[in-house]
């Protein structure tokens, strides 16, 4: 508590106070960069400008501060008793009227110390936040690497979901399957159609019958832009299909014919790694089947 000399009296301050009050010009009650360091350590604006106004007047009432501050009296008391409760000002043990502020020394450094130091620990929390971001991004990753798997059957089931595969793929489709299999497929052409003026290109590896409705199948999926078809001379009743090589759908036809019912299984795998793998072994498969019928009828 700051002890005022006998002499400041009331009278001798309102003296004083007028003075000031003529003079304010010596200190700008506007300063933004004064407002803004107090502002930085905590105190509001109506603290601030109180603060700032009891360093100007020295020592002085309430009413005073008030009125160089531009504080409005309603707000005056209990900005100043906070700025007592905080030990930036003093109530004059003498006087309980009249008040003076601190030396900014006396306060300012030890506040802008620990503000120093709150501001290190936050940025060492930041960096250790920052190691966890890092390591969820890689745990993130490796989630995308793992396999998931679904079961579809009976084959209405699989070809319901072979049908959502198609609408949502963007980039590319592989296929190999049977002659009866493309015969389905083409059922839904449209799709196919539709996502490659997207810029969707299929390819699909197939196994021939010599019959009037694979002939039209073929000219169903061949209106499909950007769409490929090899044939193969042999095939067993397995359909590999991949999806923007994220989707592996794999399916044993149970029968092989050409209704839609059937006793279908499918399996369907999300692996980038292995949906990439298993197009390349397509494209691999395919022309060494049709190269092993073609060598045999040569020789």
């Known amino acids: 508590m700051h002890i005022l000399p006998a002499r ?28 803004t360091a107090l502002g930085s350590i905590g105190l509001s604006q109506y603290e601030s400008k109180c603060f700032l106004a009891s360093l100007e007047l020295g020592p002085s009432t309430i009413n005073q501060i008030g009125i160089t501050a531009g504080v409005p009296r309603t707000k005056v008391y209990g900005s ?17 009227k009249i008040f003076i502020a601190r030396s900014p020394r006396d306060f300012l450094i030890p506040l802008l110390e620990k ?11 930041m960096t250790e936040l920052e190691v966890i971001h890092e390591s969820m991004e890689y745990v993130k990753k490796a989630e995308t690497l793992r396999s998931k798997v679904w079961r ?6 699989v070809t319901r979901k072979l049908r959502e595969l198609f609408e949502e793929s963007k980039k590319k489709v592989v296929v190999l399957t ?36 694979f002939s ?4 169903s999926l061949n209106e499909i832009e ?16 991949t999806i923007d090589s994220q989707y592996l759908l794999i399916t ?47 020789t």
């Open 8 to 35: 400041a009296s009331l009278s001798s301050v309102n003296n004083r106070s007028r003075h000031n009050l003529q003079s304010s010009n010596r200190f700008s009650m506007t300063n933004e960069a004064h407002l």
């Open 80 to 96: 100043v008793k906070k700025l007592v409760e905080r030990g930036l000002i003093e109530q004059s043990e003498e006087d309980q």
């Open 115 to 125: 503000e120093s130091r709150r501001i290190k620990e936050s940025l060492d929390a």
């Open 152 to 157: 579809y059957s009976p084959r209405k089931a």
């Open 178 to 213: 049977t002659a009866n299999g493309l015969i389905r497929l083409s059922r839904m052409a449209d799709v196919l159609y539709e996502r490659s003026r997207n810029g969707l290109k299929v390819e699909i590896f197939t196994g021939t019958r010599d019959e009037p409705i």
């Open 216 to 219: 039209t199948a073929v000219q």
């Open 226 to 241: 950007n769409c490929k078809i090899s044939f193969l001379p042999t095939s067993v009743p397995i359909q590999i299909i």
């Open 252 to 298: 044993e036809l149970k029968p092989d014919d050409l209704k839609e019912e059937g006793m279908d299984v499918a399996f369907m795998i999300q692996n980038s790694e292995l949906g990439e793998m298993m197009e390349s072994l397509i494209r691999i498969i395919g022309p060494q089947i049709l190269g092993e019928k073609i060598n045999k009828i040569l």
